[in-house]
């Protein structure tokens, strides 16, 4: 915006001291004034200057980077429905359509388009170079494509192959629960690592779970039901249809058999003398472990009956425990049987525990859905189209006159793989 009215040339002095609208006025206000006219005359120059440079930069655009019509760029960007079946192969397009029809000169290349791969699914490669297709473009469409082959171990450069930081029982193919488990309304067993605590039908590995039991009626010998699997840390190489079977034990070791008669394994002189009521009475005995090879196991009730003689004549397991071995002797003092209901009674039981009395978790597993394996995705967002040595131009231009390859603007497009 100019400083001053008049944007012209006051001239020399001794000219403009002669102008009629100067010549009356004082020697003081002729100098500011010719003053003025100065400054606002290279005001003028200055933005006549500036003008120039803006349309010079106008017409540079035009040339070098918007072509004949500098509006014409990237207006939308779609994938093709076809999925990323990441174990079966694929053949995947996205096309970028623009403003206006293009032209392309493939002669010195062929352009490609880069997209970032989250690798969420484990899969080897970002980004995964998309390669410009003839036959996928017409107008102001243009299509590129990508191929992979089949990978039947799921690990391909895109890929969908990982057990989530989720409980994947819900949604598993087939579940199935263990043979035995300790007894309780829920026991959770930790760190189930490959090999150690858990086993596979394919090629699956690194994740470490915790899993959680529910154990059935007490007085059964029935399993309990497998609640959940949850990764602790992810795993990869998973495939739909894959079987996880944790090794015996895992889900509780050193049980010992519910229901399981133990009357001929139990010795001590309060067998003969239990004082004359029947029961039957239950009793968590709280003795120290003798006997065995380790004495860590904790947790087994029994119910006890006798007769009105004093005589012991039911000895049953009632609730299991956990991490009894065999040869360990389990005590049940002369207290705790009086404490029980067993009042007279004189002496100690003494259960010796042998190698048929003792058992562990065995048979349960779960086969992975393919819902339940996380997968990469792949996104337009912070990649870009490449000529690669080849030209993309408006139609009916010169193809120097290359147009903006430019689509940071629009909304990120993306599309997710498939375990299939």
């Known amino acids: 915006m100019a400083l001053y009215p008049i944007d012209r040339d006051p001239g020399p002095w001794l000219q403009f001291v002669k102008r009629t609208d100067v010549k009356s006025l004082s020697l003081n206000e002729q100098k500011s004034q010719f003053l003025k006219e100065q400054l606002q005359f290279q005001d003028f120059l200055s933005k006549q200057s500036i003008m120039q440079r803006q349309y010079q ?16 760029g990237v207006e939308s960007i779609t994938f093709s429905t076809a999925p990323l079946n990441t174990i079966a192969g694929f053949t995947n397009n996205v096309f970028f359509k623009f403003i206006e029809p293009v032209s392309i000169d493939l002669s010195g290349g062929i352009p490609t388009v880069a997209l970032i791969n989250s690798q969420d699914g484990a899969g080897a490669t970002t980004p995964i170079v998309y390669t410009l297709s003839p036959g996928l473009t017409s107008g102001p469409v243009v299509g590129f494509t990508y191929t992979q082959a089949a990978a039947a171990g799921n690990n391909g450069a895109v890929a969908a192959s990982v057990v989530p930081l989720a409980d994947i029982v819900p949604g598993a193919t087939t579940v199935t629960d263990p043979t035995v488990t300790e007894a309780g309304v829920a026991v959770t067993h930790t760190a189930l690592a490959k090999t150690t605590g858990w086993t596979t039908s394919g090629a699956g590995t690194g994740a470490v779970f915790t ?9 059964t010998n029935v399993a309990g039901a497998l609640t959940s699997v949850t990764a602790t840390t992810l795993g990869t190489g998973f495939i739909p249809g894959e079987t996880i079977t944790f090794v015996d034990g895992a889900l509780g070791a050193g ?3 519910t229901t399981r008669n ?11 003398a239990m004082g004359g009521q029947t029961g039957p009475f239950e009793i968590t005995p709280a003795s120290a472990i003798t006997g065995g090879t380790q004495q860590t196991g904790t947790g087994v009730s029994f119910l006890l009956e006798g007769n009105v003689a004093g005589n012991l004549t039911v000895a049953v397991v009632n609730d299991t425990g956990k991490d009894y071995v065999t040869a360990n002797v389990i005590t049940i ?7 029980a209901g067993f009042t007279g009674a004189v002496g100690v039981l ?10 562990t978790s065995t048979g349960a597993s779960i086969i992975i ?15 870009g189209i490449s000529e690669n040595g080849g030209i993309i131009f408006d139609a ?14 629009l909304a990120a497009v993306t599309i997710t793989a498939t375990p299939a």
């Open 262 to 272: 133990v009357l001929a394994i139990t010795t001590g002189a309060a067998k003969t």
């Open 350 to 359: 003494t259960i010796t525990l042998g190698a048929d009395d003792v058992t």
């Open 396 to 409: 009916g231009t010169d193809p120097a006159d290359q147009l903006n390859l430019d689509y940071s603007a």
């Open 255 to 257: 049980m010992l058999k």
């Open 211 to 219: 899993v959680v039991t529910a154990t059935a009626d007490d007085q």
């Open 333 to 339: 003092t002369e207290l705790e049987l009086t404490n």
């Open 369 to 383: 859905a393919a819902a339940q394996l996380t997968a990469d995705t792949l996104t337009t967002a912070g990649s």
């Open 57 to 72: 930069d106008y017409i540079s655009n035009q040339v070098n980077g918007g072509g004949e019509d500098i509006t014409n």
